[in-house]
């Protein structure tokens, strides 16, 4: 199995441009999760889904947005990006919920904005 | 309240000397509390989950952490580090009161002196 699969692995954006994280699992899991890293920061929750067709906020969604039309794939939309969005992104996946299960997580982004 | 609080981003061992790191929580119902590694240039992996179960909670690679109410943390040890323990870790909390949601520490590095 592949686990969490994130593409691309590097992104280079300038300021106002739009782009995609990929994000897919094919573990069956119902729950993932969008994360930015940052130094210092640890790892903080942007936008999650507990199953198809659900998303919630996280505690910084604000210039991200989401969707989850199936099981497996869960992108992450930047919509004008901005240097602040410079960061590392995770994508995770957990059969359940976080309460109990672990998370996978995958490979992460490295997006630059300029 | 910080939810979960790392002492220390930095530390720094000898290599077979012990390696203690510090994770205090923040919640006023039974937690979830997990301990996630961080090699360079890639995702998070689980070292190991307090589920409620026994205290004191044994992970991969020779770590394990102790679940201590009365003090609120879960610190992480393991009794004689090794090169390949370089890397950073994080504690993480889940619980009904964060809802959905795992609330990841700032994250502490960890470098092993040869």
């Known amino acids: 199995n592949a686990g969490v699969t994130q593409t691309p692995k590097f992104q280079v954006l300038k300021t106002g441009q739009s782009m995609t994280l990929q994000c897919a699992q094919d573990?069956?899991?119902?729950?993932m999760s969008w994360y930015r890293q940052d130094p210092g920061m640890g790892l903080r929750l942007i936008h999650y889904?507990?199953?198809?067709?659900?998303?919630d906020q996280g505690e910084v969604p604000n210039g991200y947005n989401v969707s989850r039309s199936t099981t497996e794939d869960f992108p992450l939309r930047l919509l004008s990006a901005a240097p602040s969005q410079t960061s590392v992104y995770f994508c995770?996946?957990?059969?359940?919920?976080?309460?109990?299960?672990?998370?996978?997580f995958g490979q992460g982004t490295r997006l630059t904005v300029v | 309240a910080q939810s979960v609080t790392q002492l220390g981003s930095h530390v720094s061992v000898s290599e077979g000397a012990l390696v203690l790191l510090r994770c205090n929580y923040s919640?006023?119902?039974?937690?979830?509390l997990f301990w996630y590694v961080q090699y360079p240039n890639q995702g998070l992996q689980l070292l190991l989950k307090?589920?409620?179960?026994?205290?004191l909670v044994k992970g991969i690679n020779g770590f394990e952490a102790e679940f201590k109410k009365s003090e609120t943390s879960f610190h992480l040890t393991k009794p004689s580090a090794h090169m390949s323990d370089a890397a950073e870790y994080f504690c993480?909390?889940?619980?009904?009161?964060?809802?959905?949601?795992?609330?990841f520490g700032a994250g502490t590095i960890l470098r092993v002196k040869s």
């Open positions: 995770a996946s957990s059969l359940s919920g976080p309460m109990n299960t672990e998370a996978f």
């Open positions: 573990m069956n899991h119902e729950y």
């Open positions: 889904s507990v199953g198809a067709g659900i998303t």
């Open positions: 919640s006023s119902v039974p937690p979830y």
């Open positions: 307090y589920t409620s179960a026994a205290t």
């Open positions: 993480a909390v889940s619980s009904v009161e964060y809802g959905n949601k795992l609330v």
